[in-house]
């Protein structure tokens, strides 16, 4: 059965028990600065769980793609991914446990076919504040799930909030006491994950396919949970693990979901799956982290050191080092070839493209550095080629030195220290719009300078700065023009500024009064922000601002830039956004 018959067939089963189909929500939440990805087909309902009406009724269901940052490490393996998509079926106070597991159990039985005799359920085993779930186990008792199959558990495996255990919830968290149904493999338990075998075990025996979440408790100020003023169904069951299941193979990327970017993978790298499972973990965490951050570069997320962006990159990056370490060829076009069978969204596979490649320049760089000198602090490394940690383990591993764990402490400190150092820089010293003094950060802050010469030379001298915002992966530039640039404007622009930048011109500055400045010529539109005495930075001869800094010393620092888009923002001021280019 392929994975789009399990997604109609879950939709129509809940549909004719009158449920009423909602739109999933995007992968980014706009307006929730609580979290970075949706990771649960409840979290745009909390609202609604809490008591308020929702619009189409108390009986919902849909399908939502979600991330977990959490399950990062453990992808490899044959059943965890980053990114997933959730089936996911509500009661909001309608009914409860019994129809709840009655239809979970109809609809992979009768629906999905999965044999009832594989199936095993979990069970909440109570603490001193909730009690035992015994009404859940009568009700799988008298769906004929005999009593040896019932396992109960405690608040670690039982109890789902977006927070984990009772504990861990924050004032306001709701959540309950959850009940699981898992599908058991023909295959040997494997005695390392422990003596004997259970639902919860890991050695991947079970999968687990569907979470019946009890909602009816919310987390009060003194620490205790009080009864919502409903009582609530939330199930989630993650279509990877149910196709895997209903297809019998314990290998969820063995399912049709991965299996065509398994056979990419295995063409292009000339590598089999399935032969030597230090070989098949790298295939993994590839055909995930691949599909992940397709999915959220999908919804306009560019790699970046923070949040949604940091995450991105991260995945971006230990792809392309699985890529690497799997084949000869250039990680850039392997990625390149299986972004594009995952999206038909040419931005978003270039921009993965990009962002490989820029990591593979480093870590060559990287690796030979290291090689050279294996005596090399890796905070060094992290600094000047944006190597992550756990990569400089690796590259001095292989240049015959053993990282230790003080060498990983002292990495942290260090990192934290400039963390701090650069939040103090950007919040104090660097305004005009910097998001810190990066290097990335830095040459695009003088790219924004050349781009307003350039504009001022190409559409004449009405055009004056409105805005700035530079993040370490783009500039914005908001400038006063009455309509957007037409396509021959933009490539005059950046031919006039990419000359600049292959004439390598000196940047420099002078302070001067803010007086002296603008007598010179200087571009100064910001002027009141500025104390008397100002830096005027000066590129040869092409452009002449008033600037608090910092910016590079020569033009060649740069890199190729590249104008990647523009808005209008209103009755005439135009905004664009540009980056630098990985040639
Ligand atoms: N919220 C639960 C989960 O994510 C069930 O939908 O597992």
Request: proline share 4%; charged share 30%.
């Amino acid at each position: 059965m392929s994975s789009d018959e399990i997604r109609e067939k879950y939709l129509k089963f809940f549909e004719e028990r009158g449920h009423a189909r909602i739109e999933p929500s995007p992968l980014v939440l706009e307006n929730d600065p609580t979290t970075l990805f949706t990771s649960a087909g409840m979290q745009p309902l909390v609202p609604y769980l809490k008591g308020e009406p929702h619009p189409k009724g108390k009986r919902l269901v849909d399908i939502q793609p979600s991330f977990r940052t959490v399950d990062i490490d453990e992808v490899g393996d044959n059943r965890h991914l980053t990114f997933f998509e959730m089936l996911g079926n509500w009661s909001l106070g309608d009914y409860f446990k019994k129809d709840q597991l009655e239809w979970c159990l109809e609809f992979f039985i009768e629906e999905l076919g999965l044999a009832k005799d594989k199936l095993w359920v979990s069970v909440f085993e109570g603490t001193k504040e909730v009690p035992k779930d015994t009404e859940s186990t009568e009700v799988w008792k008298s769906l004929g799930i005999p009593e040896d199959r019932i396992f109960y558990y405690g608040v670690k495996e039982n109890w789902w909030s977006r927070r984990g255990t009772p504990e861990a919830m924050p004032t306001g968290e709701i959540g309950g006491p959850d009940s699981e149904v898992f599908f058991e493999f023909d295959i040997p338990h494997d005695p390392k994950f422990g003596e004997k075998c259970h639902p919860n075990c890991n050695c991947g025996r079970f999968i687990e396919i569907g979470n019946s979440v009890f909602i009816q408790y919310q987390k009060k100020g003194d620490g205790t949970l009080s009864e919502l003023p409903q009582k609530n169904v939330d199930f989630g069951g993650g279509v990877e693990r149910i196709a895997a299941a209903v297809n019998n193979t314990p290998d969820i990327f063995q399912t049709d979901i991965f299996k065509p970017t398994i056979a990419k993978l295995e063409e292009e790298t000339k590598n089999k799956y399935g032969e030597a499972e230090e070989k098949d973990r790298r295939f993994r965490v590839i055909a995930d982290h691949l599909r992940a951050a397709v999915a959220i570069a999908s919804e306009g997320v560019y790699p970046s050191n923070k949040q949604q962006g940091y995450i991105l990159r991260r995945l971006i990056r230990r792809a392309a080092l699985n890529l690497q370490k799997l084949s000869k060829a250039s990680a850039l076009s392997l990625s390149e070839e299986v972004t594009k069978s995952l999206t038909e969204k040419e931005e978003t596979a270039t921009l993965i493209g990009e962002e490989v490649g820029k990591f593979e320049k480093a870590l060559k760089k990287g690796e030979a550095m290291v090689k050279g000198h294996p005596k090399l602090d890796p905070f060094d490394l992290y600094q000047s080629y944006g190597i992550p940690y756990e990569v400089s383990e690796e590259l001095f591993h292989d240049a015959g030195r053993a990282l230790t764990e003080k060498d990983k402490k002292d990495f942290e400190e260090k990192l934290a220290k400039h963390q701090k150092l650069s939040r103090e820089l950007s919040a104090g010293v660097f305004k005009g719009g910097l998001a810190d003094t990066s290097r990335e950060v830095v040459r695009l802050h003088t790219a924004t300078h050349l781009i307003h010469a350039a504009l001022r030379k190409i559409l004449g001298e009405h055009v004056s700065q409105k805005g700035s915002n530079i993040t370490s992966e783009r500039l914005r530039f908001d400038f006063s023009h009455p309509e957007k640039l037409s396509e021959e404007e933009i490539k005059k622009i950046e031919d006039l500024v990419n000359e600049q930048i292959e004439k390598d011109l000196q940047v420099s500055f002078e302070e001067k009064t803010y007086d002296e400045a603008s007598q010179e010529g200087a571009l100064a539109f910001f002027g009141e922000k500025y104390g008397k005495k100002v830096k005027m930075y000066t590129i040869g001869d092409f452009s002449k601002e008033v600037c608090g800094g910092p910016h590079v010393k020569s033009t060649s620092e740069i890199g190729h830039v590249k104008i990647i888009k523009q808005e209008k923002l209103g009755a005439g001021v135009v905004r664009i956004y540009a980056t630098i280019e990985v040639k």
